[in-house]
C-alpha cells in the first residue's frame, strides 16, 4: 500500500507535518563544510516538498521525485525547484552523474535499498553525497512523564506501524555500491504542540492512514478519540515532545 496516495492523507501530511527540514540542512552543510552552494542535488521521495524546500539552501537547482502523484500536487512551488513523478529505484530520466547532492527525507524505509543505492551512485557525480535521514516521533513529552505509556502501548496496540523496510545502512552495503565513504549522525529535537496539533500530526503517520484509507475508521472519528485521549496529559496549552534522527552521509567513490 502507498500510504501516501489517497488526497486526504496527503493534506493532513501538508498541513500538519513539523518541518525540521532545515535543522537537518544546516547539519549537512557544516558536515561537508559547504561554503557555497552546489549546483545540483536531487530529493528523493520528496511529498509535498518541505524537504525539497530545506535543500536549496545548499543547492542552485534541485530536482524532487514521489510516486505519488498527490504528494507532487501539493508541493510548495519555488524558483530553482522542479518535480518529477519517479520512484527512488528508477532514476533513469537523470544522466549518469549529474547530481553534487541527493537526499531522502524520511523515505528510505520504504524503498528498495540495493536498487535505490545503484540508482543514487549512478546519478552521483564522482565525489557526490548521497543523504538519506529520518525524523520520528519519540511518543515522550517533556512536562509529563506518563504520556510516554499511552503513546507506548494504548497507541500502538489500536494503530500498529505497518511493514516496512527495516534493513539498516551499513558500511558494507554501502561500499558494496561503490561508496567509500560513509558515516552516521545522530540529532534530536523539539516540537511544542497542542493537544489539537498533536493528535492532527498523529494523523499523519501510516498506522493512522493505513486503517483510515482502508476504510476501517474514519478521520472524523480517529481525531476526535486522539484528541479525548492526549488532552488529560496536557498540563497547559502546549508540551513539547521529542523527536529524534539519524543522517547517513555516503560517499561515491572513483570508478
Known amino acids: ?126 565525489g557526490g553525497w548521497l543523504l538519506p535521514y529520518t525524523n520520528g516521533f519519540h511518543g515522550q513529552m517533556k512536562e509529563n512523564k506518563s504520556f510516554e505509556l499511552w503513546s507506548s502501548e494504548i497507541y500502538p496496540d489500536l494503530y500498529p506501524i505497518p511493514p516496512r523496510n527495516a534493513t539498516p545502512l551499513t558500511t558494507e552495503m554501502a561500499n558494496e555500491f561503490g561508496f567509500s565513504s560513509f558515516h552516521m549522525e545522530k540529532f534530536q529535537n523539539e516540537v511544542q504542540f497542542t493537544a489539537e496539533e498533536l493528535s492532527a500530526y498523529l494523523t499523519t503517520q501510516s498506522n493512522v492512514i493505513a486503517v483510515v484509507e482502508q476504510g476501517t475508521e474514519l478521520i472524523e472519528d480517529v481525531y476526535p478519540w486522539l484528541v479525548s485521549q492526549t488532552e488529560p496529559y496536557f498540563h497547559s496549552t502546549k508540551a513539547t515532545f521529542l523527536f529524534g534522527g539519524r543522517i547517513w552521509y555516503l560517499q561515491k567513490g572513483a570508478i
Open 1 to 126: 500500500m502507498n500510504f501516501f496516495a489517497h488526497k486526504s492523507a496527503v493534506e493532513r501530511y501538508a498541513q500538519h507535518r513539523p518541518y525540521f527540514h532545515p535543522l537537518v540542512i544546516e547539519k549537512i552543510k557544516s558536515y561537508l563544510d559547504l561554503e557555497t552552494p552546489v549546483e545540483r542535488a536531487l530529493d528523493v521521495g520528496c511529498g509535498t516538498g518541505q524537504s525539497t524546500t530545506a535543500l536549496k539552501e545548499i543547492a542552485k537547482s534541485v530536482s524532487g521525485i514521489d510516486v505519488s502523484e498527490e504528494m507532487l500536487g501539493l508541493a510548495t512551488q519555488q524558483p530553482g525547484i522542479e518535480y518529477c513523478n519517479a520512484s527512488a529505484e528508477d532514476l533513469s530520466m537523470f544522466d549518469d552523474g549529474t547530481f553534487d547532492l541527493i537526499t531522502a527525507s524520511m523515505a528510505i524505509h520504504w524503498f528498495d535499498h540495493k536498487r535505490f543505492l545503484s540508482e543514487a551512485n549512478r546519478g552521483l557525480k564522482i
